[in-house]
């Protein structure tokens, strides 16, 4: 049911929620920035919530800027540590 619940949320979530969310976390996403952690986080958001996403994350810092890869990396971690 958990993992029901999960793909339900993910798969209604747009690009507006996820550039919303990430202006009350202090990131600014430009727009292909936007487009790329849109398109890994529906692709990959069980390895993001379930798994290690070693390997994604190091996919996805060479097309971010240097300072929104950092913060998402540190949002993500934040977050994990709260879920554990």
Do not use: C
């Not at 949320?9 to 936007?34: H, M, P, S």
């Amino acid at each position: 049911m958990h993992d029901y619940l999960l793909q339900s949320y993910v798969e209604r979530l747009t690009k507006d929620d996820i550039n919303t969310f990430a202006k009350t976390q202090g990131i600014t996403l430009e727009n292909n920035e936007l487009d790329i952690i849109y398109d890994y986080l529906k692709k990959y958001w069980r390895t993001f919530y379930y798994g290690n996403p070693k390997d994604i994350l190091e996919e996805i810092k060479g097309q971010l800027s240097e300072t929104t890869y950092s913060k998402i990396e540190t949002l993500y971690m934040q977050t994990k540590e709260k879920l554990n």
